[in-house]
Every structure is written in structure tokens, then in C-alpha cells.
């Protein structure tokens, strides 16, 4: 039996919006296991900061900010390839038994939800859609797409917000490619790591505000730290303008500001939108798709002591 599939193996998982303080947490907790004679390794669970050419927009860790905690997968996709959730997951997987083999502790931190759901549960064999298929329906305007979706897959039309175009179209073109719903692709799901492991668990749910206030100030931040000429430098690669790196939070709007369609003010407003809207969208996902059971930690600005010992008690013990 391999170190990975020892229902013993612990992993720490450490969820929530961005600017959330995921971290810090993480970052406390990887000392926390020092202390008790452990070694915690963070690997990034997040889908900006894989790519190397992200790294102020991200909010990437320095080599100052990781404390000296090994940390995995920051910065380990060129932006020219799109890391997928399977692909990530892949990697993960990979490094997380690398991990237990060498006795540590690995601790997973970040807010792509989906990045978490494949990881544990695995990912439906669906075949590859048909391009005349996936032509078709994304060329449907929203409300014509969920009405046809609510005729062919009710079940899925119903799960969905009518404004959730990105999945109503999804689900649309398996169910017209395959002639099987995405609900019946995804009971066949496999290569998941739940089973095969001990999770720790941890959703952040800070007050919204103040997650918003800091969405706010960390953009401008990331201005002052360079992001505008690290989109220079994106843009000057010449990149399919579809890739996940082109379309990350702040890159469009900065791209917008050096092609003169809008000044500083506007795309700084545009990005800070953006940055909100995003940390609204993983509020909604934390607390309709995580497991009941995974801890949830609601803190408010007043909170300043990380209770690492209280959120992980299990894992400390042992």
C-alpha cells in the first residue's frame, strides 16, 4: 500500500475568498507543526498564482513572505499553457504523495473551489465535444441556452442560476455531444483522493466588507509593486488572448490602460470590480459546494489571533 492511499496520511486544506488571509493561516499552521516536530509543505491551490507570469497580480508569496515553508506549484505553469483542474489536480496529486513520502505534512491553500473538487472526488470521463456542437451552443445568447437546457437536462437547469451562462453552456453541449447529462457523466467520476486520505479541512468566511476593502487595497498595491509592467511584459509574449493568464483578474483592465481605451482611474476602478465580484462568486461556492461537514471559521476585522491550535485541533494531536 502507497504512503498516499494510508487512510492515515494527513493533508490540510485551507479554503475560502480571495484576500481572506488563506495565507497566513497556512503559513501558521506550517509553524504550528515545526513546533510539534512535523513539517508542513504548502501547495498552491490556486489558479492564478500557478502561472510564473503572474506573479504580483496573483499576490504570489516572495521568498520572504513563504517564512521559510517550503512551498509547491507557485509559479509552476508557463502562461502559454492553460493549467486546467485536471492537470493541476495531476500535479497535486503527485506532490502531495512526494510529501508523505518524506514524512511531511502537506497543507493545500487557495480559492479555486474546482481545483479542491477534482483533487478529492475525481473528474467525469467525458469524451471531447464536438466542436460543431460547442460552436453551436456557445453562439446562443443566455436566456436561449438555459431554456433549452431546462428541455434537454431539467434536472441540471434547475441546480444552475439562469445567469450562469460559463456552466449553462457546459452542461448543454455534454448533453448534446455525448446524448448523456453532465449529472450522469459526473456519478462516473474517478482518480479522486478523498478516500485515500485523512482531510483536514478549513473554509475562511470573513466578514464581506472587510474581504472587500481589502480586494481594494491590495490592487492598488499590486500597481505600486509593478502589475502594470508585468502586463507589459504579458502582453509583449504575443499569447492567445483565450488563455486563462490573458484573462485573470487585472490583466484585461491594465491591457486596456496601455492600449489608451481607458485612463488609470477607470481601469483601477474596472479591476477593484472585477477583484470584488470574484471573492462574491467564492463566498456563493464556499458555502453552497463544500461538504457540510468541512469546518467553516467566520471572522470579522476585529479578529487579530490565529487560533490554529482550535481550527486543527485534530491534526495537531496527532
Avoid at 54 to 73: F, K, N, Q, T, Y
Wanted: hydrophobic letters at 45%.
Amino acid at each position: 500500500m502507497s504512503i498516499l492511499s494510508s487512510p492515515a496520511a494527513p493533508v490540510a486544506l485551507i479554503a475560502g475568498p480571495t484576500a481572506s488571509g488563506k495565507s497566513a493561516f497556512a503559513l501558521a499552521l506550517a509553524h504550528r507543526l515545526a513546533e510539534c516536530g512535523q513539517r508542513g509543505v504548502i501547495v498552491n491551490a490556486d489558479s492564478a498564482q500557478v502561472y510564473a507570469d503572474l506573479r504580483v497580480l496573483s499576490a504570489r508569496p516572495s521568498e520572504d513572505e513563504m517564512e521559510g515553508i517550503e512551498h509547491r506549484l507557485f509559479g509552476a505553469w508557463d502562461g502559454a499553457e492553460a493549467c486546467s483542474a485536471a492537470a493541476w489536480a495531476t500535479r497535486a496529486k503527485a506532490e502531495i504523495a512526494d510529501i508523505h513520502a518524506g514524512g511531511g505534512v502537506p497543507i493545500l491553500v487557495g480559492g479555486t473551489g474546482l481545483y479542491h473538487k477534482v483533487l478529492l472526488e475525481g473528474i467525469a470521463p467525458i469524451p471531447p465535444i464536438d466542436p460543431d456542437v460547442r460552436n453551436m451552443v456557445r453562439a446562443l445568447d443566455g436566456d436561449a441556452a438555459y431554456k433549452l437546457l431546462q428541455l434537454e437536462d431539467p434536472q441540471r437547469a434547475a441546480e444552475l442560476d439562469p445567469g450562469d451562462t460559463q456552466r449553462i453552456a457546459r452542461a448543454l453541449e455534454v448533453k448534446r455531444s455525448t446524448g448523456v447529462t453532465l449529472g450522469d457523466w459526473q456519478m462516473a467520476k474517478a482518480g479522486g483522493i478523498g478516500e485515500e486520505i485523512a482531510l483536514h479541512p478549513l473554509v475562511l468566511l470573513p466578514e464581506r466588507q472587510w474581504v472587500y476593502d481589502r480586494c481594494d487595497a491590495r490592487f492598488a498595491t499590486m500597481l505600486d509593486a509593478g502589475a502594470v509592467a508585468e502586463v507589459e511584459a504579458l502582453l509583449a509574449r504575443g499569447l492567445d488572448p483565450d488563455l486563462p493568464v490573458m484573462r485573470a483578474i487585472g490583466v484585461p483592465e491594465i491591457a486596456a490602460l496601455l492600449a489608451g481605451t481607458i485612463d488609470e482611474a477607470a481601469m483601477l476602478a474596472a479591476a477593484q470590480q472585477a477583484t470584488r465580484n470574484y471573492a462574491k462568486r467564492q463566498f456563493t461556492w464556499f458555502r453552497r459546494q463544500t461538504p457540510s461537514e468541512w469546518p467553516r471559521f467566520e471572522f470579522g476585522p476585529e479578529s487579530e489571533n490565529i487560533d490554529i491550535d482550535a481550527c486543527f485541533a485534530s491534526l495537531l494531536r496527532n
